[in-house]
């Protein structure tokens, strides 16, 4: 026996609101992990910044008293470090630069076509954006490990002639 035609839509409605109520979720979702990533991001920046003029600082105090070695060693370490950041930076530039040129072409778009044309756009961009964070991840270790081995080296050394004084 089949169900009567009143039945039969007011599920089909229950199923459309549960979509839409899971969509709208998934987009908060998407929007709280990219409002998190955006600040985390500002963090770190700020971070890096003050640890390197933190090392320059140090670096160019105690300049004179490091050897050949642990001066080029340093040197090499935080010059690779902050090439990763400024490459990084300079990236992220970019990719700023190129959506802003997608949003703009989208809102020339006919009225009509205006909706499709951000909502496809706004999942293009969360696709490139699950990518972009991954290798946030490695260009922030690939930060981080040479600059902590610059700092390492100033350390060993300052605690070297500390000892030797």
């Not at 199923?15 to 409002?35: M, T």
């Not at 076509?113 to 293009?124: C, I, Q, T, Y």
């Amino acid at each position: 026996m089949s169900e009567p035609p009143i039945v039969t839509e007011v599920r089909r409605l229950a199923q459309r609101a549960e979509r839409e109520d899971q969509e709208r979720r998934r987009e908060q979702l998407i929007q709280f992990a990219s409002a998190l990533y955006d600040k985390a991001t500002t963090y770190v920046n700020l971070v890096i910044l003050a640890a390197y003029v933190g090392f320059f600082t140090v670096w160019s105090t105690v300049r004179g008293e490091l050897t050949r070695q642990e001066l080029l060693l340093s040197g090499l370490a935080i010059s690779l470090s902050l090439a990763v950041f400024v490459l990084w930076e300079v990236f992220v530039m970019l990719y700023a630069a190129r959506t802003l040129q997608h949003m703009s072409a989208i809102t020339n778009a006919a009225p009509q076509d205006l909706s499709a044309r951000l909502e496809e756009n706004k999942l293009a961009q969360a696709k490139v954006q699950l990518r972009v964070r991954r290798f946030w991840f490695v260009a922030l270790l690939a930060t981080l490990v040479p600059g902590l081995l610059a700092a390492c080296v100033l350390f060993v050394a300052f605690v070297r002639n500390l000892l030797q004084t």
